[in-house]
């Protein structure tokens, strides 16, 4: 069955420091998409990465960087130089594919506190 | 990018009504559309999976008679919550899917008294 696990439920830090959040997934799938999410208190889901399993090589996108690694299961996601607007929740999630269609299974969530 | 929209952002109806949420796709056709419930500091948990013209596929657990869903046009699905009760309360999202990417609504803020 899928999975996906956050174990960090909670996380503080004060700015301008570096934080990774931990993703760690089960699938059966040899094909299967991974993804981060960010939910702000205004409680919308902003998308920001989705990965297939076939692509391994890690991404930067500004201050947020992600490395993706088969071998254990992981997709985790840092943040540089973190900021008071970096305060949200993020999800991880897996993708199912179901008739064409992509249900996602999501992570529990960590909730990132970014201290001024 | 995509823009999805959901109304009424937020509702509070009394115990045994019926409340109906919509969900559009603004600036696309979705094919699929996904309604997704989160209880308060908790994950999402996907309720059911709705395709245009044919009936909504409900996840385990989920009651088909009290979550109607209708899938009428390729931007538009509904959420009706039918005889409301305090334990629905939640916070009711919508995604709408391109096939390659899932785009998510702003939400639904249900409180049942």
């Known amino acids: 069955a899928q999975k996906v696990t956050q174990a960090q439920t909670e996380i503080s830090v004060v700015e301008k420091e570096d934080v990774t959040l931990d993703c760690v997934y089960e699938t059966r799938d040899t094909t299967y998409y991974l993804f981060w999410y960010k939910q702000p208190p205004s409680g919308e889901l902003v998308f920001l990465i989705r990965?297939?399993?076939?692509?391994?090589q890690n991404e930067i996108s500004g201050r947020y960087s992600w490395n993706f690694q088969k071998s254990t299961s992981s997709f985790n996601f840092t943040i540089t130089a973190s900021q008071v607007v970096d305060s949200a929740v993020y999800f991880c999630?897996?993708?199912?594919?179901?008739?064409?269609?992509?249900?996602?299974?999501f992570g529990t969530g960590t909730r990132l506190q970014v201290f001024p | 990018g995509a823009v999805v929209s959901q109304h009424p952002s937020r509702v509070i109806c009394k115990s045994g009504t019926s409340v109906k949420i919509e969900c559009r796709s603004l600036?696309?056709?979705?094919?699929?559309m996904f309604w997704y419930r989160q209880f308060p500091k908790q994950s999402l948990m996907l309720m059911a999976t709705?395709?245009?013209?044919?009936?909504?596929?409900?996840e385990q657990g989920v009651e088909k008679d009290k979550f109607l869903i209708n899938h009428a046009s390729l931007t538009l699905s509904t959420l009706t919550v039918t005889s409301a009760h305090p334990e629905d309360s939640s916070f009711y999202i919508c995604?709408?899917?391109?096939?390659?990417?899932?785009?998510f609504g702003p939400g639904t803020r249900l409180t049942v008294l």
């Open positions: 999630a897996l993708s199912e594919r179901s008739y064409n269609t992509d249900k996602l299974i």
């Open positions: 600036d696309f056709q979705a094919t699929t």
């Open positions: 990965r297939n399993s076939f692509d391994e």
């Open positions: 709705s395709n245009e013209g044919s009936k909504a596929t409900y």
């Open positions: 995604s709408a899917s391109t096939g390659e990417k899932q785009f």
